[in-house]
């Protein structure tokens, strides 16, 4: 089975860190992550990574959030979505973005090395802002 088929599904966030060039780690999400990348077979992806305990808005209307209350959110929660392909050779799965909370990433085609072990991905790449790892495992 190739790469192509074995990505295809749900998996569930296991961890995340970002790794800058002093050899510094940190989890993007204080250790309370929680996320889910998807795949289909359409060859259409989305990736949501984010703070499992959030602080609820004031109100239950979103549109009334304060400032303060849209940062901390924004802050917490990343997501995208769009279509992928897959390069088997070099072990390469591409995000082609669509749609971002990250909004300089539309339009982009996101590069992220795979390793496979049993039910586990981990998905690498070098960003503007660090290395970045995050392990996923398979769901169902």
């Given at each position: 089975m190739g790469l192509y088929e074995r990505l295809?599904?749900?998996w569930q966030l296991v961890s995340?860190?970002?790794h800058d060039d002093a050899?510094?780690?940190e989890s993007p999400f204080a250790?309370?992550?929680i996320g889910q990348l998807n795949y289909d077979a359409s060859g259409r992806m989305s990736a949501q990574l984010g703070r499992r305990h959030q602080?609820?808005?004031a109100a239950d209307d979103f549109r009334l959030a304060t400032a303060e209350e849209k940062s901390t959110?924004?802050?917490g929660y990343f997501a995208y979505f769009g279509t992928y392909v897959v390069d088997e050779e070099a072990g390469v799965v591409i995000h082609r973005v669509e749609g971002s909370t990250f909004p300089n990433i539309v339009g982009t085609e996101q590069r992220r090395r795979c390793t496979l072990a049993g039910n586990r991905l981990t998905l690498a790449a070098d960003t503007p802002w660090?290395?970045?790892t995050i392990v996923w495992e398979k769901t169902g």
């Open positions: 295809l599904g749900s995340s860190a970002w050899g510094g780690a250790q309370d992550e602080p609820h808005f959110a924004w802050g660090g290395h970045v």
